[in-house]
Nanobody
Framework: QVQLVESGGDSVQAGGSLRLSCAAS?????MAWFRQAPGKERDGVAA???????SYADSVKGRFTISKDNAKNTLDLQMNSLKPEDTAMYYC????????????????????WGQGTQVTVSS
């Protein structure tokens, strides 16, 4: 059983930055951040595997950075140049590699989820 607790969500203006953190009781093969806006599906934002290889959704490439802090046992998401369309509940997730061997952890199989942290970006 992996326990995940997110923090760092806030309300910011467009162009601003936020850093989300997820306290994890353990790391798994794939760790990721997902987000869900009202009325929309939950989508993968960024993922990192046990070797440190990262993958990102096209909508956040160049603006978001996912990382692990092994000393603190956290999964972090640095979000820069925020846009109103980044407004969503952000969830930390832990799981295993995707069934497709060639796919990245963004397509992993996630079975542990945090409660979420709200990010609101105003224009």
């Amino acid at each position: 059983q992996v326990q995940l607790v997110e923090s760092g969500g806030d309300s910011v203006q467009a162009g601003g930055s936020l850093r989300l953190s997820c306290a994890a009781s353990a790391y798994t093969m794939c760790m990721a951040w997902f987000r869900q806006a009202p009325g929309k599906e939950r989508d993968g934002v960024a993922a990192i595997d046990s070797g440190g290889i990262t993958s990102y959704a096209d909508s956040v490439k160049g603006r978001f950075t996912i990382s692990k802090d092994n000393a603190k046992n956290t999964l972090d998401l640095q979000m820069n140049s925020l846009k109103p369309e980044d407004t969503a509940m952000y969830y930390c997730a832990a799981g295993s590699r995707p069934l497709n061997y060639g796919a990245t952890c963004l397509w992993g199989r996630y079975n542990y989820w945090g409660q979420g942290t709200q990010v609101t970006v105003s224009s």
